[in-house]
C-alpha cells in the first residue's frame, strides 16, 4: 500500500506557476521599503539641520509632497515614493532638497553597474547582456543601458590610469605578472598582464597599475614603471619580485640602490625544477628550515649548510639558490615583523589566482584591453578587496644595511 505524503507536489521550473516567486516578491517588497525610509530619514534630518537654525525657529525647510521614481538594483526594477523638500540657503530662499543616497540622474545603483559591466567585460555583446540579465531585471535591461554602463566604466577606467599618485605615500612595490589568452585578429593569442601593487606607509595595498603587454621584456616593465613616475610615484624603499630577468634590468636601471627582495616561492620553484622528483622533498625541508628561520644570523648559518649539502648532493640546486645573491634574502634586513609580507609576491599571486579563477569559465578574452580593465575592475567594484600587510606598524623603519657572509 502507497504511504500517504505530506510533501508537495514538484513543479517543474519551466511551468507557468513556477515563475512566481513569494520569497523574491517579499523580498522586493521589503527593498522598497527599506529605500523609502531611508530617504525619508534623510529628508529629516536635512530639515532638522542645526547649523540653519536660527533663535525661535523649531525646524528649517519645508516639505512639500513626493514623486514617484524608476531604480534598477540588483535586486530588480523597483518604483519608489521620494520626499521632496525645500532647504534655506545660506544667501537667503530656499533650494530643492537633493540626496545624497539617491543622486539626481541616478536611475540604477553601482551594484547593477558592476554587474552588467562585468557581463560585457567577460566577452558578451550588448544584445547578449541584455538576454542573460533579463530575468533577473525583469526586462529593464536594453542595449541602450547596457552601452551607458559600458561607456561609464571606461571612462572610470581611462580615469584611473591617468590619476595622480603624488599623494600617495608608497614605500613598497610588488611586481609580477601573468598570461592570459585574447582574441586578436581572430586568433587566441598569449599576452601578459604586468600588475603593480604599491604598499602605503599606512600598510594598505594599492592597485598602482594593471598593463596588457606582449611579454615581460625589460622594455614592456620599462614602460609601466616609467607611466607610474611621470604620474608622480615616488621612489620606494623596497622592491618585491618574482625574479623575471626583464623585470630586474627595467628596475636597475631606475633604482639600482633600492633594496630588491626576490620572492622565495618562485626561488622555491626553481629549486625543484634542478633536482630529480625523489629529491623534493627533502630539498623543500632543508630549503623551509632556511627560509623559515627565526632569527637573521639562523637563515645566514642554514644558507651556508644548504649550499654545502647540495654542491655534493645536486650541483644544480645549489647553483640555482646562488643565482639568486642577496636578494633572496634581504628580508632579513628588515623588522621581524615584517618578514611574512617581504619574503614573496603573494600579494599579487592572489590577485592573479582570483582573476584567473573568474574567468576560467571563457577560454578567450574579447581583447586585450579588455582583460587589464576585467583584472581592475574586480578590485573597483570591491569584488576583491586587500588587507593592510603584515608588520605595517614597522613600515617606516627604512632597511637595515646588509653584509652576507657568503662563505659555505
Known amino acids: 500500500m502507497e504511504k ?148 561609464k566604466v571606461k571612462a572610470d577606467w581611462e580615469g584611473w590610469n591617468r590619476r595622480s599618485l603624488a599623494d600617495d605615500d608608497i614605500v613598497r612595490l610588488i611586481l609580477d605578472g601573468t598570461v592570459v589568452k585574447v582574441r586578436l585578429d581572430r586568433k587566441a593569442t598569449n599576452i601578459s598582464l604586468l600588475v603593480v601593487l604599491g604598499v602605503r606607509r599606512d600598510g594598505q595595498k594599492l592597485l598602482l597599475a594593471v598593463k596588457n603587454m606582449g611579454g615581460e621584456s625589460e622594455a614592456a616593465w620599462r614602460g609601466v614603471l616609467d607611466d607610474l613616475i611621470a604620474r608622480g610615484m615616488r621612489t620606494p624603499d623596497l622592491l618585491l619580485i618574482d625574479g623575471g630577468a626583464g623585470l630586474e634590468r627595467a628596475l636597475a636601471s631606475l633604482w639600482p640602490n633600492v633594496p630588491t627582495q626576490r620572492c ?55 647553483d640555482s639558490l646562488e643565482e639568486a645573491g642577496d636578494r633572496l634574502f634581504t628580508f632579513t634586513r628588515l623588522p621581524q615583523s615584517q618578514w611574512r609580507s617581504a619574503r614573496t609576491t603573494n600579494a599579487v599571486e592572489r590577485l592573479h589566482e582570483e582573476f584567473k579563477r573568474r574567468i576560467k569559465t571563457q577560454t578567450v578574452l574579447p581583447s586585450a584591453e579588455t582583460a587589464a580593465m576585467l583584472f581592475w575592475s574586480l578590485l573597483a567594484s570591491g569584488q576583491i578587496s586587500m588587507r593592510k600587510v603584515d608588520g605595517w606598524q614597522t613600515l617606516a623603519e627604512p632597511p637595515a644595511s646588509m653584509h652576507l657572509d657568503l662563505v659555505a
Request: hydrophobic content about 35%; aromatic content about 8%; overall charge positive.
Open 4 to 151: 500517504n505524503s505530506t510533501r508537495s507536489p514538484k513543479t517543474s521550473l519551466f511551468e507557468r506557476t513556477a515563475w512566481f516567486d513569494p520569497i523574491e516578491t517579499g523580498v522586493r517588497e521589503r527593498v522598497r521599503g527599506f529605500i523609502e525610509t531611508m530617504l525619508e530619514e534623510e529628508l529629516t534630518m536635512a530639515l532638522g539641520r542645526g547649523r540653519y537654525r536660527r533663535d525661535g525657529e523649531a525646524a528649517v525647510g519645508y516639505r512639500h509632497g513626493s514623486r514617484h521614481r524608476q531604480i534598477l538594483g540588483s535586486f530588480g526594477p523597483l518604483e519608489i515614493t521620494v520626499p521632496r523638500g525645500r532647504i534655506p540657503r545660506p544667501e537667503g530662499g530656499t533650494a530643492e532638497w537633493r540626496s545624497a543616497a539617491l543622486p539626481r540622474y541616478a536611475r540604477m545603483t553601482k551594484q547593477a553597474e558592476a554587474l552588467i559591466a562585468a557581463t560585457y567585460l567577460a566577452g558578451t555583446n550588448t544584445r547578449r547582456v541584455k538576454r542573460a540579465l533579463g530575468a533577473l531585471f525583469k526586462g529593464a535591461v536594453g542595449k541602450d543601458v547596457v552601452s551607458r554602463t559600458w561607456r
Open 264 to 318: 622565495t616561492v618562485h626561488k622555491h620553484r626553481n629549486l625543484l625544477a634542478h633536482a630529480p622528483e625523489a629529491l623534493h622533498e627533502e630539498v623543500t625541508a632543508d630549503y623551509n628550515d632556511m627560509i623559515y628561520a627565526e632569527t637573521s644570523a639562523e637563515v645566514m648559518r642554514r644558507r651556508r649548510l644548504f649550499l654545502a649539502k647540495w654542491r655534493l648532493k645536486c650541483r644544480g640546486v645549489a
